[in-house]
């Protein structure tokens, strides 16, 4: 059997200047990065203003397990088979990290013969976006650093510096350090630490800018460090959101690639879902929404916390009005969920998969909650069976939709033409009556235990007196509008990610708050999750290698 790498490597790729003909981008709108990659530039996506919008939906999925979902490879397969059937479709997909690219996914651009091309180009450096974060990011640390280092004008307490510095890689070491070690000549020691870079507030803040105007606005007030007085010292304070603007100015122009199937493709951004708001960028799908009747985007493992951040930061700040919703779901997963061990998930095990879609029904619950109607395309296995997958069929029938199974990952498009139709009909019914949560007045705590109650089915929230008191300070400074971000382990609905399945009557404790004034909300760091990953105990970096002819291998 061939694998992903195998499949992207034998595609029949078109010239970039073809896909984009066929959404009416004139060559002269297109930056080439060689000859299967391009950029749109901003101007002509201005141009597009007066446009009328096409439908938009968002694909989610149930909690990740070991056992996989397949949410990248469902929304191409989504986007292959409404093309199939007649349809202008294009699909919105994040950029991968390096950080799992070689710890623990070893690629992000779907599998099979559904996937985006070029595969090692868009796993890799792809057209240089992150580096050019990872830059601007960096610069501002850099910057800040040395202002106190030159007479501190604006009399930055050195303990109250908040902006860490950030790498596209998951390397534990650097989650804490202590940084101008070495005499005075080095600046003044202090201690600081690592993120990753999709965790950036810069990734955040190009994700959601409508404009390189927008953006370097946001980068400007983004709150750097505060005083012995607590008021904050912003980066147009340090007089460095300008330069940082000028490092961004390309990143900020949407990538167009394709699909195996030589249908466009939008990669752009790339923000976590478990620590930052996991959705590709504003600008983006917005743009697709002018050159399409139907864009298919995704948001970061299960709704709990990608599609709940979709619907509440992206869709709010940018105005999106999501028709439908596809949660994808797998066999193996639901039996993961159902407590089978994942050596033993070629087993028939009908029981286990009832017990375990459970997982999967809660996810239908949450997204109707935003008034999206939700339908299931079930990523077929060639272990599953007809006994399994009528256990989802029919649990799903019971809350009043329809599990769709597909078999992209074989087939391409051809597998999900029944899920496209039943999408289009979704989406023509006009069923969709999408609101946020919870209104934007809401002080800040309240939203937190909100998607503590509703999403996750805790019974509070809950957090020491420094954190509300935090909280209570933003909003005394007029930060109390803003959405929150919750920072939670991804694989479970409570922040312990042993519990898997719907478990209800659990608290979160929220043990850090952070504000990203810039991007526009507030983090809400739960339980142990970590804003820099580590690698597993046998990264995928081990297995990813040149062959004799100079190709990659391992990269899946």
Same mark, same amino acid.
């Given at each position: 059997?061939?694998?992903?790498?195998?499949?992207?490597?034998?595609?029949?790729?078109?010239? *970039?200047?073809?896909?984009?003909?066929?959404?009416?981008?004139?060559?002269?709108?297109?930056?080439?990065?060689?000859?299967?990659?391009?950029?749109?530039?901003?101007?002509?996506?201005?141009?597009?203003?007066?446009?009328?919008?096409?439908?938009?939906?968002?694909?989610?999925?149930?909690?990740? !397990?070991? %056992?996989?979902?397949?949410?990248?490879?469902? $929304?191409?397969?989504?986007?292959?088979?409404?093309?199939?059937?007649?349809?202008?479709?294009?699909?919105?997909?994040?950029?991968?990290?390096?950080?799992?690219?070689?710890?623990?996914?070893?690629?992000?651009?779907?599998?099979?013969?559904?996937?985006?091309?070029?595969?090692?180009?868009?796993?890799?450096?792809?057209? &240089?976006?992150?580096?050019? @974060?990872?830059?601007?990011?960096?610069?501002?640390?850099?910057?800040?650093?040395?202002?106190?280092?030159?007479?501190?004008?604006?009399? @930055?307490? !050195?303990?109250?510096?908040?902006?860490?510095?950030?790498?596209?890689?998951?390397?534990?070491?650097?989650?804490?350090?202590?940084?101008?070690?070495?005499?005075?000549?080095?600046?003044?020691?202090?201690?600081?630490?690592?993120? @990753? !870079?999709?965790?950036?507030?810069?990734?955040?803040?190009?994700?959601?800018?409508?404009?390189?105007?927008?953006?370097?606005?946001?980068?400007?007030?983004?709150?750097?460090?505060?005083?012995?007085?607590?008021? %904050?010292?912003?980066?147009?304070?340090?007089?460095?959101?300008?330069?940082?603007?000028?490092?961004?100015?390309?990143? *900020?122009?949407?990538?167009?690639?394709?699909?195996?199937?030589?249908?466009?493709?939008?990669?752009?951004?790339?923000?976590?879902?478990?620590?930052?708001?996991?959705?590709?960028?504003?600008?983006?799908?917005?743009?697709?929404?002018?050159?399409?009747?139907?864009?298919?985007?995704?948001?970061?493992?299960?709704?709990?916390?990608?599609?709940?951040?979709?619907?509440?930061?992206?869709?709010?700040?940018?105005?999106?009005?999501?028709?439908?919703?596809?949660?994808?779901? !797998?066999?193996?997963?639901?039996?993961?969920?159902?407590?089978?061990?994942?050596?033993?998930?070629?087993?028939?095990?009908?029981?286990?998969?009832?017990? &375990?879609?459970?997982?999967?029904?809660?996810?239908?619950?949450?997204?109707?909650?935003?008034?999206?109607?939700?339908?299931?395309?079930?990523?077929?296995?060639?272990?599953?069976?007809?006994?399994?997958?009528?256990?989802?069929?029919?649990?799903?029938?019971?809350?009043?939709?329809?599990? *769709?199974?597909?078999?992209?990952?074989?087939?391409?498009?051809?597998?999900?033409?029944?899920?496209?139709?039943?999408?289009?009909?979704?989406?023509?019914?006009?069923?969709?009556?999408?609101?946020?949560?919870?209104?934007?007045?809401?002080?800040?705590?309240?939203?937190?235990?909100?998607?503590?109650?509703?999403?996750?089915? %805790?019974?509070?929230? @809950?957090?020491?007196? $420094?954190?509300?008191?935090?909280?209570?300070?933003?909003?005394?400074?007029?930060?109390?509008?803003?959405?929150?971000?919750?920072?939670?382990?991804?694989? $479970?609905?409570?922040?312990?990610?042993?519990?898997? &399945?719907?478990?209800?009557?659990?608290?979160?404790?929220?043990?850090?708050?952070?504000?990203? %004034?810039?991007?526009?909300?507030?983090?809400?760091?739960?339980?142990?999750?970590?804003?820099?990953?580590?690698?597993?105990?046998?990264?995928?970096?081990?297995?990813?290698?040149?062959?004799?002819?100079?190709?990659?291998?391992?990269?899946?």
């Amino acid at each position: 059997m061939a694998t992903d790498i195998e499949i992207a490597r034998a595609a029949t790729m078109k010239p *970039i200047g073809e896909i984009a003909a066929r959404l009416g981008i004139p060559d002269d709108a297109l930056e080439p990065y060689g000859r299967t990659k391009a950029k749109i530039a901003m101007d002509w996506i201005k141009q597009q203003a007066g446009r009328e919008d096409g439908k938009l939906i968002l694909v989610t999925a149930i909690n990740p !397990t070991p %056992a996989g979902e397949g949410k990248t490879t469902t $929304s191409v397969g989504l986007t292959d088979g409404l093309n199939r059937i007649g349809k202008n479709a294009v699909v919105c997909l994040r950029e991968p990290s390096l950080g799992p690219s070689f710890g623990m996914k070893g690629g992000a651009a779907g599998g099979g013969y559904a996937q985006v091309v070029p595969m090692e180009d868009i796993n890799l450096h792809f057209t &240089g976006d992150f580096h050019a @974060i990872t830059s601007a990011h960096n610069l501002l640390s850099a910057m800040i650093d040395n202002h106190i280092y030159w007479g501190n004008a604006l009399d @930055i307490d !050195t303990r109250r510096v908040t902006w860490r510095r950030v790498l596209d890689m998951n390397d534990r070491a650097l989650r804490q350090v202590v940084v101008s070690l070495g005499g005075v000549s080095n600046g003044y020691p202090r201690e600081a630490g690592f993120d @990753i !870079t999709v965790a950036s507030e810069i990734m955040a803040i190009l994700c959601l800018a409508t404009s390189i105007e927008d953006l370097e606005e946001s980068i400007g007030n983004i709150i750097v460090a505060y005083r012995r007085d607590k008021s %904050a010292v912003t980066a147009r304070d340090i007089k460095a959101h300008g330069a940082m603007t000028v490092l961004l100015k390309s990143a *900020i122009q949407p990538n167009l690639v394709q699909t195996l199937e030589n249908n466009p493709a939008f990669i752009h951004g790339g923000p976590f879902a478990n620590i930052a708001h996991g959705c590709n960028s504003v600008t983006a799908t917005k743009t697709a929404l002018k050159l399409a009747d139907y864009v298919v985007t995704e948001a970061g493992f299960g709704a709990d916390l990608g599609a709940e951040k979709f619907f509440d930061i992206k869709c709010r700040k940018a105005g999106l009005k999501p028709s439908a919703c596809v949660i994808v779901a !797998t066999v193996r997963a639901l039996k993961m969920n159902g407590g089978v061990a994942k050596a033993d998930l070629g087993k028939e095990d009908a029981g286990a998969v009832k017990k &375990g879609v459970v997982n999967l029904l809660r996810h239908i619950e949450n997204v109707r909650q935003f008034g999206v109607p939700a339908v299931v395309a079930i990523n077929h296995f060639v272990t599953d069976t007809e006994a399994e997958l009528k256990v989802i069929q029919e649990a799903v029938a019971e809350v009043g939709t329809e599990a *769709i199974v597909c078999t992209h990952w074989a087939n391409g498009g051809a597998g999900t033409e029944a899920l496209a139709n039943k999408v289009v009909e979704v989406v023509q019914s006009g069923a969709a009556q999408f609101a946020p949560l919870y209104p934007a007045e809401m002080p800040l705590f309240e939203k937190i235990n909100t998607i503590a109650t509703r999403i996750y089915r %805790a019974d509070e929230a @809950i957090a020491n007196k $420094s954190v509300r008191d935090q909280l209570k300070a933003w909003e005394d400074a007029g930060f109390g509008h803003l959405p929150v971000c919750m920072a939670k382990t991804q694989y $479970s609905f409570t922040t312990d990610p042993t519990q898997l &399945g719907a478990p209800v009557h659990h608290t979160v404790p929220v043990r850090e708050v952070r504000l990203s %004034a810039g991007a526009g909300f507030v983090v809400a760091i739960c339980g142990d999750i970590m804003t820099m990953p580590g690698l597993p105990k046998v990264p995928s970096a081990e297995a990813i290698h040149l062959d004799e002819n100079g190709q990659i291998e391992g990269l899946f």
